[in-house]
Protein backbone atom coordinates (compact mmCIF):
# COMPACT_ATOMS: atom_id res chain seq x y z
CA UNK A 1 0.00 0.00 0.00
CA UNK A 2 1.25 3.33 -1.02
CA UNK A 3 -0.89 5.91 1.21
CA UNK A 4 -3.07 5.94 4.04
CA UNK A 5 -5.65 8.13 5.24
CA UNK A 6 -8.32 7.96 8.44
CA UNK A 7 -12.23 9.43 9.47
CA UNK A 8 -14.79 8.68 11.63
CA UNK A 9 -16.92 8.90 9.01
CA UNK A 10 -16.07 7.54 5.04
CA UNK A 11 -18.50 8.61 2.49
CA UNK A 12 -18.43 7.41 -0.81
CA UNK A 13 -20.05 9.25 -3.41
CA UNK A 14 -21.14 12.77 -4.03
CA UNK A 15 -24.49 12.95 -4.80
CA UNK A 16 -27.49 14.74 -2.85
CA UNK A 17 -27.34 12.20 -0.40
CA UNK A 18 -23.32 11.40 0.10
CA UNK A 19 -22.79 15.54 0.23
CA UNK A 20 -25.92 16.02 2.66
CA UNK A 21 -24.60 13.46 5.20
CA UNK A 22 -21.10 14.88 5.44
CA UNK A 23 -22.26 17.83 5.69
CA UNK A 24 -24.41 16.76 8.88
CA UNK A 25 -21.85 14.87 10.01
CA UNK A 26 -19.15 17.68 10.02
CA UNK A 27 -21.95 19.92 11.66
CA UNK A 28 -22.30 17.32 14.43
CA UNK A 29 -18.30 17.44 15.22
CA UNK A 30 -17.24 14.22 13.39
CA UNK A 31 -13.89 13.99 11.05
CA UNK A 32 -15.51 13.31 7.74
CA UNK A 33 -13.60 12.42 4.64
CA UNK A 34 -15.72 12.08 1.44
CA UNK A 35 -14.36 9.98 -1.83
CA UNK A 36 -15.67 10.29 -5.58
CA UNK A 37 -14.64 8.47 -8.77
CA UNK A 38 -14.61 11.50 -10.47
CA UNK A 39 -14.97 15.62 -9.87
CA UNK A 40 -17.30 16.62 -6.78
CA UNK A 41 -20.14 17.74 -9.17
CA UNK A 42 -20.44 14.76 -11.31
CA UNK A 43 -23.34 12.03 -10.58
CA UNK A 44 -26.62 11.54 -10.60
CA UNK A 45 -28.13 14.42 -8.33
CA UNK A 46 -26.42 17.15 -11.41
CA UNK A 47 -28.75 15.13 -14.19
CA UNK A 48 -32.12 15.36 -12.05
CA UNK A 49 -34.25 17.52 -13.90
CA UNK A 50 -38.41 17.14 -12.48
CA UNK A 51 -37.79 18.30 -8.66
CA UNK A 52 -37.88 17.30 -4.83
CA UNK A 53 -41.96 16.05 -3.90
CA UNK A 54 -42.17 17.93 -0.70
CA UNK A 55 -45.40 19.20 1.39
CA UNK A 56 -44.56 22.02 3.46
CA UNK A 57 -47.22 23.29 5.16
CA UNK A 58 -46.62 27.04 4.80
CA UNK A 59 -47.68 26.43 0.48
CA UNK A 60 -49.24 23.34 -0.04
CA UNK A 61 -52.83 23.07 -2.19
CA UNK A 62 -55.51 23.27 -0.26
CA UNK A 63 -56.32 19.57 -0.36
CA UNK A 64 -52.53 18.29 -0.25
CA UNK A 65 -51.09 17.05 2.99
CA UNK A 66 -48.05 14.52 4.05
CA UNK A 67 -50.59 11.59 4.58
CA UNK A 68 -51.78 12.55 0.76
CA UNK A 69 -48.02 12.40 -0.36
CA UNK A 70 -47.80 8.95 1.58
CA UNK A 71 -50.60 7.52 -0.30
CA UNK A 72 -49.53 8.23 -3.32
CA UNK A 73 -46.39 6.94 -2.87
CA UNK A 74 -47.84 3.62 -1.84
CA UNK A 75 -50.19 3.45 -4.71
CA UNK A 76 -47.17 3.73 -7.08
CA UNK A 77 -45.04 1.41 -5.49
CA UNK A 78 -47.71 -0.80 -6.06
CA UNK A 79 -47.93 -2.87 -2.54
CA UNK A 80 -44.17 -3.52 -1.67
CA UNK A 81 -43.34 -0.02 0.78
CA UNK A 82 -42.92 -0.41 3.97
CA UNK A 83 -45.81 2.10 4.89
CA UNK A 84 -43.83 3.14 8.18
CA UNK A 85 -40.76 3.87 6.36
CA UNK A 86 -42.57 6.25 3.62
CA UNK A 87 -44.21 8.05 6.58
CA UNK A 88 -40.83 8.48 8.53
CA UNK A 89 -39.09 9.57 5.38
CA UNK A 90 -41.49 12.48 4.13
CA UNK A 91 -42.48 13.02 7.21
CA UNK A 92 -38.79 14.43 7.11
CA UNK A 93 -39.21 16.00 3.76
CA UNK A 94 -40.33 20.07 4.93
CA UNK A 95 -37.55 20.13 7.60
CA UNK A 96 -34.76 18.66 4.88
CA UNK A 97 -35.66 21.35 2.46
CA UNK A 98 -35.16 23.92 5.00
CA UNK A 99 -31.98 22.64 5.50
CA UNK A 100 -31.36 22.72 2.28
CA UNK A 101 -32.25 26.26 2.03
CA UNK A 102 -29.87 27.18 4.74
CA UNK A 103 -27.03 25.76 2.86
CA UNK A 104 -27.68 27.69 -0.28
CA UNK A 105 -30.58 26.36 -2.67
CA UNK A 106 -32.50 28.26 -4.84
CA UNK A 107 -36.03 27.39 -6.21
CA UNK A 108 -37.69 29.03 -8.22
CA UNK A 109 -40.53 30.87 -6.70
CA UNK A 110 -44.02 32.70 -7.64
CA UNK A 111 -44.40 36.75 -7.71
CA UNK A 112 -45.78 36.21 -4.25
CA UNK A 113 -42.71 34.80 -2.75
CA UNK A 114 -43.97 31.44 -2.23
CA UNK A 115 -42.23 28.42 -3.99
CA UNK A 116 -43.33 27.11 -7.65
CA UNK A 117 -44.97 24.06 -7.59
CA UNK A 118 -45.82 21.38 -10.58
CA UNK A 119 -46.84 17.98 -10.42
CA UNK A 120 -45.37 14.70 -12.11
CA UNK A 121 -46.69 11.36 -12.61
CA UNK A 122 -48.30 9.40 -9.62
CA UNK A 123 -48.64 12.73 -8.16
CA UNK A 124 -52.61 14.05 -6.69
CA UNK A 125 -51.30 17.13 -6.03
CA UNK A 126 -49.34 20.32 -7.04
CA UNK A 127 -46.31 19.47 -4.68
CA UNK A 128 -42.74 19.21 -6.62
CA UNK A 129 -40.71 22.40 -6.47
CA UNK A 130 -38.23 23.11 -8.85
CA UNK A 131 -35.01 25.01 -9.46
CA UNK A 132 -33.80 26.39 -12.73
CA UNK A 133 -37.52 25.62 -14.66
CA UNK A 134 -36.10 21.82 -14.95
CA UNK A 135 -32.58 22.01 -13.54
CA UNK A 136 -33.18 20.88 -9.95
CA UNK A 137 -30.66 18.46 -9.99
CA UNK A 138 -27.83 20.46 -10.98
CA UNK A 139 -28.82 23.61 -8.09
CA UNK A 140 -28.69 20.97 -5.69
CA UNK A 141 -25.59 19.68 -6.45
CA UNK A 142 -24.67 22.93 -6.90
CA UNK A 143 -25.41 24.57 -3.10
CA UNK A 144 -24.10 21.61 -1.63
CA UNK A 145 -20.99 21.21 -3.28
CA UNK A 146 -20.60 25.28 -2.36
CA UNK A 147 -20.94 24.35 1.09
CA UNK A 148 -19.37 21.78 1.12
CA UNK A 149 -16.22 24.06 0.51
CA UNK A 150 -17.13 26.84 2.63
CA UNK A 151 -16.42 24.51 5.22
CA UNK A 152 -13.58 22.66 4.31
CA UNK A 153 -15.12 19.09 3.97
CA UNK A 154 -12.08 16.93 2.35
CA UNK A 155 -12.72 15.18 -0.79
CA UNK A 156 -10.59 12.87 -2.71
CA UNK A 157 -12.19 13.24 -6.26
CA UNK A 158 -11.05 10.51 -8.99
CA UNK A 159 -10.74 7.96 -6.39
CA UNK A 160 -11.90 4.69 -6.62
CA UNK A 161 -13.66 1.80 -3.65
CA UNK A 162 -12.67 -1.30 -4.14
CA UNK A 163 -13.44 -2.98 -1.61
CA UNK A 164 -14.60 -2.17 1.54
CA UNK A 165 -12.40 -3.64 4.38
CA UNK A 166 -13.01 -5.40 7.57
CA UNK A 167 -11.87 -4.98 11.42
CA UNK A 168 -10.75 -8.56 13.37
CA UNK A 169 -13.96 -8.63 14.96
CA UNK A 170 -15.84 -8.10 11.58
CA UNK A 171 -17.21 -4.82 11.11
CA UNK A 172 -16.25 -2.66 8.74
CA UNK A 173 -13.65 -0.42 8.98
CA UNK A 174 -12.96 1.65 6.11
CA UNK A 175 -11.74 0.88 2.18
CA UNK A 176 -9.03 -0.21 -0.45
CA UNK A 177 -9.06 2.76 -2.73
CA UNK A 178 -7.20 3.84 -5.54
CA UNK A 179 -6.46 6.98 -6.10
CA UNK A 180 -5.87 8.82 -9.51
CA UNK A 181 -2.96 7.29 -10.52
CA UNK A 182 -4.34 3.55 -9.88
CA UNK A 183 -2.03 3.71 -6.57
CA UNK A 184 -3.86 1.65 -4.13
CA UNK A 185 -4.56 2.70 -0.37
CA UNK A 186 -6.41 2.53 3.12
CA UNK A 187 -8.67 4.59 4.45
CA UNK A 188 -9.42 3.41 8.31
CA UNK A 189 -13.07 4.70 9.16
CA UNK A 190 -15.39 3.04 11.92
CA UNK A 191 -17.90 4.10 9.84
CA UNK A 192 -18.63 4.02 6.21
CA UNK A 193 -21.66 5.77 4.36
CA UNK A 194 -22.01 4.32 1.01
CA UNK A 195 -24.15 6.77 -1.56
CA UNK A 196 -22.86 5.89 -4.91
CA UNK A 197 -26.26 6.34 -6.49
CA UNK A 198 -27.54 3.76 -9.07
CA UNK A 199 -26.71 0.82 -11.84
CA UNK A 200 -28.30 2.66 -14.98
CA UNK A 201 -24.97 1.60 -17.13
CA UNK A 202 -26.04 -1.98 -16.79
CA UNK A 203 -27.89 -1.15 -19.73
CA UNK A 204 -27.68 0.34 -23.59
CA UNK A 205 -29.72 3.21 -22.78
CA UNK A 206 -29.76 5.20 -19.90
CA UNK A 207 -30.33 8.61 -18.58
CA UNK A 208 -27.60 7.68 -16.02
CA UNK A 209 -24.20 9.14 -16.16
CA UNK A 210 -21.58 6.82 -17.24
CA UNK A 211 -20.56 6.83 -13.29
CA UNK A 212 -23.73 4.85 -12.41
CA UNK A 213 -22.28 1.22 -12.47
CA UNK A 214 -23.78 -0.20 -9.52
CA UNK A 215 -20.70 0.19 -7.25
CA UNK A 216 -22.32 0.48 -3.95
CA UNK A 217 -24.31 -2.55 -4.50
CA UNK A 218 -21.15 -4.41 -5.47
CA UNK A 219 -19.26 -2.99 -2.11
CA UNK A 220 -22.03 -4.03 0.14
CA UNK A 221 -22.86 -7.35 -1.39
CA UNK A 222 -18.80 -7.94 -1.01
CA UNK A 223 -18.93 -6.97 2.72
CA UNK A 224 -21.57 -9.00 3.41
CA UNK A 225 -24.88 -6.78 3.14
CA UNK A 226 -28.19 -8.34 1.76
CA UNK A 227 -30.04 -6.75 -1.11
CA UNK A 228 -33.66 -6.77 -2.09
CA UNK A 229 -35.69 -5.57 -4.84
CA UNK A 230 -33.56 -5.03 -7.59
CA UNK A 231 -35.37 -6.30 -10.21
CA UNK A 232 -37.13 -3.40 -9.68
CA UNK A 233 -35.63 -0.72 -12.52
CA UNK A 234 -37.72 2.07 -13.14
CA UNK A 235 -37.84 3.09 -17.43
CA UNK A 236 -38.26 6.56 -17.71
CA UNK A 237 -41.03 7.12 -20.02
CA UNK A 238 -39.77 9.96 -22.05
CA UNK A 239 -35.77 10.48 -23.13
CA UNK A 240 -35.12 11.95 -26.46
CA UNK A 241 -34.57 9.38 -29.20
CA UNK A 242 -32.73 10.48 -32.49
CA UNK A 243 -30.57 8.74 -34.80
CA UNK A 244 -27.43 9.28 -32.37
CA UNK A 245 -28.85 8.32 -29.00
CA UNK A 246 -29.20 4.40 -29.96
CA UNK A 247 -26.82 3.67 -26.91
CA UNK A 248 -25.22 5.38 -24.08
CA UNK A 249 -26.71 8.35 -22.03
CA UNK A 250 -29.85 9.83 -23.55
CA UNK A 251 -31.19 13.61 -22.54
CA UNK A 252 -33.77 13.29 -20.49
CA UNK A 253 -37.04 14.91 -21.12
CA UNK A 254 -38.36 15.70 -17.42
CA UNK A 255 -42.08 13.71 -16.30
CA UNK A 256 -43.01 18.08 -15.35
CA UNK A 257 -43.31 18.14 -19.31
CA UNK A 258 -46.55 16.23 -18.91
CA UNK A 259 -47.10 17.68 -15.71
CA UNK A 260 -47.65 21.04 -17.20
CA UNK A 261 -50.02 19.82 -20.30
CA UNK A 262 -47.90 17.81 -22.66
CA UNK A 263 -49.45 14.81 -24.64
CA UNK A 264 -48.04 11.42 -25.51
CA UNK A 265 -48.96 10.67 -28.87
CA UNK A 266 -48.15 7.25 -30.96
CA UNK A 267 -47.00 7.20 -34.61
CA UNK A 268 -50.45 7.55 -36.17
CA UNK A 269 -51.11 10.56 -33.45
CA UNK A 270 -53.32 8.81 -31.33
CA UNK A 271 -53.11 9.23 -27.99
CA UNK A 272 -50.81 6.50 -26.09
CA UNK A 273 -52.52 6.84 -22.90
CA UNK A 274 -56.04 6.63 -23.62
CA UNK A 275 -57.85 3.98 -21.54
CA UNK A 276 -54.79 3.02 -20.01
CA UNK A 277 -55.07 4.42 -16.46
CA UNK A 278 -57.50 7.03 -14.90
CA UNK A 279 -54.26 9.24 -14.09
CA UNK A 280 -54.18 9.48 -18.01
CA UNK A 281 -51.02 10.80 -19.34
CA UNK A 282 -50.03 11.48 -15.33
CA UNK A 283 -50.07 7.32 -14.54
CA UNK A 284 -47.11 6.04 -12.53
CA UNK A 285 -44.16 5.47 -14.48
CA UNK A 286 -44.17 2.33 -14.54
CA UNK A 287 -47.36 2.15 -16.36
CA UNK A 288 -46.01 4.65 -18.79
CA UNK A 289 -43.43 3.10 -19.94
CA UNK A 290 -44.68 -0.33 -20.24
CA UNK A 291 -47.65 1.22 -22.28
CA UNK A 292 -45.09 3.13 -24.70
CA UNK A 293 -43.45 -0.08 -24.81
CA UNK A 294 -46.59 -1.83 -26.41
CA UNK A 295 -47.53 1.18 -28.43
CA UNK A 296 -43.87 0.80 -30.11
CA UNK A 297 -44.09 -2.80 -30.47
CA UNK A 298 -47.73 -2.39 -32.06
CA UNK A 299 -46.89 0.22 -34.63
CA UNK A 300 -43.23 -0.72 -35.38
CA UNK A 301 -41.93 2.37 -34.38
CA UNK A 302 -38.61 3.84 -32.88
CA UNK A 303 -40.57 6.34 -30.60
CA UNK A 304 -43.51 7.55 -29.70
CA UNK A 305 -44.09 11.85 -29.58
CA UNK A 306 -44.33 14.29 -26.61
CA UNK A 307 -47.13 17.03 -28.09
CA UNK A 308 -45.88 20.13 -25.83
CA UNK A 309 -46.51 22.80 -28.42
CA UNK A 310 -49.73 24.00 -26.34
CA UNK A 311 -47.17 24.72 -23.89
CA UNK A 312 -46.63 28.08 -25.90
CA UNK A 313 -43.54 30.28 -25.26
CA UNK A 314 -43.75 29.57 -22.07
CA UNK A 315 -41.91 26.54 -22.62
CA UNK A 316 -38.45 27.66 -22.92
CA UNK A 317 -38.28 29.64 -19.10
CA UNK A 318 -39.69 26.41 -17.65
CA UNK A 319 -37.61 23.84 -19.49
CA UNK A 320 -34.62 25.22 -20.90
CA UNK A 321 -32.25 22.43 -20.50
CA UNK A 322 -34.83 20.19 -22.40
CA UNK A 323 -35.34 23.12 -24.85
CA UNK A 324 -31.41 23.13 -25.49
CA UNK A 325 -31.44 19.25 -25.78
CA UNK A 326 -34.15 19.21 -28.66
CA UNK A 327 -32.79 22.05 -30.56
CA UNK A 328 -29.26 20.39 -30.38
CA UNK A 329 -30.98 17.67 -31.38
CA UNK A 330 -32.77 19.90 -34.39
CA UNK A 331 -36.26 19.24 -32.45
CA UNK A 332 -38.31 22.28 -32.34
CA UNK A 333 -40.24 21.63 -29.50
CA UNK A 334 -42.79 25.45 -29.91
CA UNK A 335 -44.16 23.30 -33.19
CA UNK A 336 -43.28 19.92 -33.32
CA UNK A 337 -43.59 16.88 -31.13
CA UNK A 338 -40.78 15.72 -29.14
CA UNK A 339 -39.61 12.08 -30.46
CA UNK A 340 -39.17 9.90 -27.07
CA UNK A 341 -38.84 6.19 -26.12
CA UNK A 342 -37.82 4.82 -22.74
CA UNK A 343 -34.93 3.94 -21.23
CA UNK A 344 -33.46 2.92 -17.50
CA UNK A 345 -33.43 5.41 -14.89
CA UNK A 346 -33.62 4.20 -11.59
CA UNK A 347 -33.21 1.59 -9.54
CA UNK A 348 -36.12 1.00 -6.32
CA UNK A 349 -34.14 -1.77 -4.42
CA UNK A 350 -30.50 -2.08 -3.20
CA UNK A 351 -28.80 -2.59 -0.21
CA UNK A 352 -31.14 -3.26 2.63
CA UNK A 353 -30.90 -1.10 5.35
CA UNK A 354 -33.59 0.96 7.94
CA UNK A 355 -34.56 4.68 7.88
CA UNK A 356 -31.51 5.48 9.29
CA UNK A 357 -29.21 4.00 6.86
CA UNK A 358 -28.12 1.17 9.07
CA UNK A 359 -27.87 -2.05 7.47
CA UNK A 360 -27.23 -5.98 8.76
CA UNK A 361 -23.29 -5.06 8.94
CA UNK A 362 -21.38 -3.40 11.49
CA UNK A 363 -20.03 0.07 10.63
CA UNK A 364 -21.67 0.08 7.19
CA UNK A 365 -24.38 2.67 6.42
CA UNK A 366 -26.14 3.36 2.84
CA UNK A 367 -28.34 6.43 1.38
CA UNK A 368 -29.56 7.90 -1.94
CA UNK A 369 -30.45 5.48 -4.96
CA UNK A 370 -28.16 2.50 -3.34
CA UNK A 371 -30.18 2.25 -0.76
CA UNK A 372 -33.50 0.05 0.01
CA UNK A 373 -35.08 1.73 2.48
CA UNK A 374 -38.93 0.98 1.49
CA UNK A 375 -39.98 3.82 0.36
CA UNK A 376 -40.10 3.17 -3.41
CA UNK A 377 -41.50 -0.78 -3.31
CA UNK A 378 -41.59 -1.92 -7.28
CA UNK A 379 -42.14 1.58 -8.60
CA UNK A 380 -40.65 5.24 -7.65
CA UNK A 381 -43.09 7.61 -7.40
CA UNK A 382 -41.93 11.00 -9.25
CA UNK A 383 -39.62 13.15 -7.67
CA UNK A 384 -39.34 11.21 -4.42
CA UNK A 385 -36.09 10.34 -4.94
CA UNK A 386 -33.77 13.66 -4.02
CA UNK A 387 -35.88 14.07 -0.90
CA UNK A 388 -35.10 10.49 0.03
CA UNK A 389 -31.15 11.33 -0.25
CA UNK A 390 -31.81 14.47 1.86
CA UNK A 391 -33.68 13.06 4.47
CA UNK A 392 -31.27 9.73 4.42
CA UNK A 393 -28.48 11.59 4.28
CA UNK A 394 -29.23 13.44 7.48
CA UNK A 395 -30.47 9.97 9.12
CA UNK A 396 -27.25 8.24 8.42
CA UNK A 397 -24.79 11.32 9.71
CA UNK A 398 -26.97 10.91 12.85
CA UNK A 399 -27.42 7.38 13.53
CA UNK A 400 -23.19 7.23 12.67
CA UNK A 401 -22.68 9.63 15.42
CA UNK A 402 -24.89 8.00 18.44
CA UNK A 403 -23.71 4.72 17.33
CA UNK A 404 -19.64 5.92 17.81
CA UNK A 405 -20.88 7.79 21.02
CA UNK A 406 -22.33 4.40 22.36
CA UNK A 407 -19.34 2.01 21.63
CA UNK A 408 -21.28 -0.08 19.06
CA UNK A 409 -18.75 1.12 16.36
CA UNK A 410 -14.83 0.82 17.62
CA UNK A 411 -11.79 1.08 16.20
CA UNK A 412 -9.72 -1.50 14.78
CA UNK A 413 -6.98 -2.91 12.75
CA UNK A 414 -8.00 -3.69 9.17
CA UNK A 415 -7.18 -6.52 6.87
CA UNK A 416 -5.57 -4.87 4.09
CA UNK A 417 -4.65 -7.00 1.35
CA UNK A 418 -3.77 -6.33 -2.84
CA UNK A 419 -6.79 -5.30 -5.02
CA UNK A 420 -8.77 -8.32 -5.46
CA UNK A 421 -9.60 -10.71 -8.07
CA UNK A 422 -13.07 -10.35 -9.47
CA UNK A 423 -15.20 -11.64 -12.61
CA UNK A 424 -15.14 -8.72 -15.17
CA UNK A 425 -17.74 -8.94 -18.28
CA UNK A 426 -16.68 -6.37 -21.37
CA UNK A 427 -19.10 -3.73 -20.90
CA UNK A 428 -21.24 -3.45 -24.33
CA UNK A 429 -21.42 -7.57 -24.35
CA UNK A 430 -22.74 -7.11 -20.58
CA UNK A 431 -25.05 -4.08 -21.83
CA UNK A 432 -26.53 -6.11 -25.10
CA UNK A 433 -27.21 -8.72 -22.38
CA UNK A 434 -29.37 -6.71 -19.85
CA UNK A 435 -31.57 -4.66 -22.28
CA UNK A 436 -32.07 -7.61 -24.39
CA UNK A 437 -33.33 -10.34 -21.48
CA UNK A 438 -34.11 -7.80 -18.18
CA UNK A 439 -35.49 -4.81 -19.87
CA UNK A 440 -38.72 -3.52 -19.38
CA UNK A 441 -40.53 -6.99 -20.55
CA UNK A 442 -38.73 -10.46 -19.44
CA UNK A 443 -38.67 -13.84 -19.52
CA UNK A 444 -37.58 -16.93 -17.92
CA UNK A 445 -35.97 -18.20 -20.57
CA UNK A 446 -34.43 -14.89 -21.60
CA UNK A 447 -33.04 -14.35 -17.91
CA UNK A 448 -31.66 -17.92 -18.01
CA UNK A 449 -29.70 -16.99 -21.25
CA UNK A 450 -28.57 -13.28 -19.71
CA UNK A 451 -27.13 -14.83 -17.13
CA UNK A 452 -24.99 -17.88 -19.16
CA UNK A 453 -24.22 -15.45 -20.97
CA UNK A 454 -22.44 -13.31 -18.45
CA UNK A 455 -21.15 -16.50 -17.10
CA UNK A 456 -19.76 -17.37 -20.48
CA UNK A 457 -18.39 -14.08 -21.46
CA UNK A 458 -16.77 -13.42 -17.86
CA UNK A 459 -13.06 -13.00 -17.26
CA UNK A 460 -11.38 -13.33 -13.60
CA UNK A 461 -8.84 -10.48 -13.46
CA UNK A 462 -7.24 -8.15 -10.03
CA UNK A 463 -8.94 -5.33 -10.21
CA UNK A 464 -6.34 -2.72 -10.61
CA UNK A 465 -8.09 -0.08 -12.12
CA UNK A 466 -11.42 2.31 -12.13
CA UNK A 467 -12.62 0.07 -15.26
CA UNK A 468 -11.67 -3.20 -13.73
CA UNK A 469 -13.70 -2.27 -10.70
CA UNK A 470 -16.66 -0.35 -12.69
CA UNK A 471 -16.82 -3.64 -14.83
CA UNK A 472 -16.62 -6.14 -11.72
CA UNK A 473 -19.14 -4.07 -9.91
CA UNK A 474 -21.66 -4.45 -13.10
CA UNK A 475 -21.34 -8.08 -13.55
CA UNK A 476 -22.08 -8.82 -9.77
CA UNK A 477 -24.91 -6.65 -9.50
CA UNK A 478 -26.11 -7.90 -13.02
CA UNK A 479 -25.93 -11.71 -11.12
CA UNK A 480 -27.81 -10.06 -8.89
CA UNK A 481 -30.41 -8.34 -10.43
CA UNK A 482 -31.20 -11.01 -12.90
CA UNK A 483 -31.54 -13.61 -9.88
CA UNK A 484 -34.24 -11.52 -8.62
CA UNK A 485 -35.75 -10.82 -11.31
CA UNK A 486 -36.17 -15.00 -12.25
CA UNK A 487 -37.43 -15.71 -8.53
CA UNK A 488 -40.13 -13.17 -8.60
CA UNK A 489 -42.38 -15.20 -10.93
CA UNK A 490 -45.31 -12.32 -11.46
CA UNK A 491 -45.59 -9.02 -12.49
CA UNK A 492 -45.51 -6.00 -10.52
CA UNK A 493 -44.85 -2.47 -10.99
CA UNK A 494 -41.33 -1.87 -12.97
CA UNK A 495 -40.88 -5.88 -13.36
CA UNK A 496 -42.90 -7.36 -16.09
CA UNK A 497 -42.90 -11.08 -16.49
CA UNK A 498 -44.60 -11.76 -19.96
CA UNK A 499 -44.78 -15.89 -18.29
CA UNK A 500 -46.44 -14.62 -15.35
CA UNK A 501 -48.14 -11.35 -16.07
CA UNK A 502 -50.35 -11.49 -13.19
CA UNK A 503 -49.17 -10.04 -9.56
CA UNK A 504 -49.27 -12.69 -7.04
CA UNK A 505 -49.68 -10.59 -3.76
CA UNK A 506 -49.96 -14.23 -1.56
CA UNK A 507 -46.70 -15.23 -2.51
CA UNK A 508 -44.91 -12.14 -3.58
CA UNK A 509 -45.97 -9.05 -1.46
CA UNK A 510 -42.65 -8.79 -0.19
CA UNK A 511 -39.20 -8.05 -0.48
CA UNK A 512 -36.84 -11.40 -2.10
CA UNK A 513 -33.04 -10.28 -0.34
CA UNK A 514 -29.94 -11.61 -1.47
CA UNK A 515 -27.02 -11.89 -0.27
CA UNK A 516 -23.64 -13.78 -0.80
CA UNK A 517 -22.44 -16.81 0.84
CA UNK A 518 -18.92 -17.58 2.13
CA UNK A 519 -17.76 -18.89 -1.17
CA UNK A 520 -19.41 -15.32 -2.97
CA UNK A 521 -22.71 -17.75 -4.34
CA UNK A 522 -26.01 -15.21 -4.44
CA UNK A 523 -28.42 -16.77 -2.14
CA UNK A 524 -31.88 -15.96 -0.74
CA UNK A 525 -31.22 -14.17 2.74
CA UNK A 526 -33.66 -15.57 5.63
CA UNK A 527 -36.74 -13.38 6.80
CA UNK A 528 -34.76 -12.99 9.73
CA UNK A 529 -32.32 -11.21 8.05
CA UNK A 530 -34.34 -8.83 5.92
CA UNK A 531 -36.32 -8.19 9.57
CA UNK A 532 -33.90 -6.68 11.08
CA UNK A 533 -33.01 -3.73 8.72
CA UNK A 534 -36.66 -3.83 7.60
Known amino acids: MTWYAGADLLVVGTGVAGLTAALRARERGLRVLVVSKEAAGVGNTEWAQGGIAVVRSEECDPSDSVRQHVRDTLEAGAGLCSTSAVRAILGDGAAAVRRLCAAGARFDGEASGALSRTREGGHSAFRVIHAGGDATGAEVQRALVEAGTEVGIPILENHCVVELSHTEWGAVGGALVLDHAGRPGVVQAPAVLLATGGLGQLYRATTNPEVATGDGVALGLRAGAAVADLEFVQFHPTV ?127 AGEVARTGLHGANRLASNSLLEGLVLGTRSADAALRDLRSGSLRRGSVVTERPPAAAVVERSRLQRLMSGYAGIGRHADGLRRAKSGLDAAAVVRPLRSRSEVEDAALGLTAHALLAAAADRTESRGCHRRYDHPDTDDLRWGRPNPLRLDVSGWLIRSTPEESREVA
Not at 333 to 344: D, G, N, W
Not at 350 to 360: A, E, L, Q, S
Open 240 to 366: LHTSATERGSRPLITEAVRGEGAVLLDSRGEPVMAGRHPMGDLAPRDVVAAAINEKLAETGSESVYLDATGLGDGFVARFPTVYTACRDAGIDPLVEPIPVTTAAHYSCGGIMCDVDGRTGVTGLYV
